[in-house]
């Protein structure tokens, strides 16, 4: 698999002022079929630790409060 390297080059975005992982929430990680997304042990909030992205947008769907954004390419609308 290959590491995010920045925040910038993945297609799954998370809005660190609505993540709530630090309060136990781990919606987005748990509904990842691929297990790309993870809980960051400093900052508390959820992140893309992997670029393998199928977008199929139960992250983004099932957030409860709508941090996760999905970035799908333009090719695959």
Known sequence: ???AATITQVPVKVDS???IAEK??????D????????IDHVTGKAFMK???CWYCLPCEKDCPTG???VDIPFLLR
Do not use: I, N, S
């Not at 136990?24 to 990680?29: E, S």
């Open 1 to 3: 698999m290959t590491m």
């Open 50 to 52: 992997f670029d393998e």
């Open 67 to 69: 941090a996760v954004h």
């Open 17 to 19: 002022e609505k993540c």
């Open 31 to 38: 509904v990842c079929p691929l297990d790309v997304l993870a």
């Open 24 to 29: 136990g929430c781990t919606v987005c990680v």
